[in-house]
């Protein structure tokens, strides 16, 4: 079975630029978590998705911004990047019930220059 | 709010010796604790969680942990690691017991020396 998918792998964005990460999570799993984690620190909750409504949103600033479509596979849109956003972004998909577990995508690794 | 401390950046141990790495979360409600492993250029892997029950959770690859709710501590065990062991290892906290919305910690560093 594939686990969950995320596209691309890499990419090089210039300060001020716009990017669309995607994610396809794991057939059957209709909860979408996205995740930043700087170099060197752990991942920051950025958005949950379930059933295409947001349940949930970290400390992030309004230049990001998420959805999810109705084959639950979801995307990440980032605005007017800053040196700062580079990072790796993860997404993880799960159940959303008791007694599951998110499973994480390899990740997409953004170099803002 | 809730927030993770993983109180060692980075631990240098021996093949076949033991291992702990140590974990204390705050949060003003009930949380359900996860460890996770990430294997460079990797995503995250889920170890063990605890979720309710007996306070001592084995989890895979030989990893266990045990939950202190008076010391609001999760440390990390290993009785011997491999060198196959070398990783990034992460502690988090959720409100969800699904763990859909995770609080990491800084992550510690794991170097298994030959």
């Known amino acids: 079975d594939a686990g969950v998918t995320q596209s691309p792998t890499h990419l090089i964005k210039t300060r001020g630029q716009q990017v669309t990460l995607r994610c396809s999570p794991i057939?059957?799993?209709?909860?979408v978590s996205w995740y930043q984690q700087v170099l060197g620190q752990g991942p920051q909750f950025i958005f949950q998705?379930?059933?295409?409504?947001?349940?949930g949103r970290g400390n992030f600033p309004d230049r990001f911004s998420a959805r999810q479509f109705p084959n639950y596979s979801s995307e990440l849109n980032v605005n007017a990047l800053l040196l700062g956003d580079s990072a790796l972004y993860l997404c993880?998909?799960?159940?959303?019930?008791?007694?599951?577990?998110?499973?994480f995508g390899q990740g997409t690794r953004l170099t803002v220059v | 709010a809730q927030s993770v401390t993983q109180l060692d950046s980075q631990v240098p141990v021996f093949e076949e010796a033991p291992v702990e790495l140590r974990c204390n979360y705050s949060?003003?409600?009930?949380?359900?604790l996860f460890w996770y492993v990430q294997y460079p250029n990797q995503g995250l892997q889920l170890l063990l969680k605890?979720?309710?029950?007996?306070?001592l959770v084995k989890g895979i690859n030989g990893f266990e942990a045990e939950f202190n709710k008076s010391q609001t501590s999760f440390h990390l065990r290993k009785p011997s690691v491999h060198i196959s062991d070398t990783a990034e290892y992460f502690c988090?906290?959720?409100?969800?017991?699904?763990?859909?919305?995770?609080?990491f910690g800084g992550g510690t560093r794991v170097l298994v020396k030959p």
């Open positions: 949060s003003s409600v009930s949380v359900y």
């Open positions: 605890y979720l309710s029950g007996s306070t």
């Open positions: 993880a998909s799960g159940h959303a019930g008791v007694d599951t577990e998110a499973f």
């Open positions: 988090a906290v959720s409100v969800t017991a699904a763990g859909n919305k995770l609080t």
């Open positions: 057939s059957g799993h209709k909860s």
């Open positions: 998705y379930y059933e295409k409504e947001e349940r």
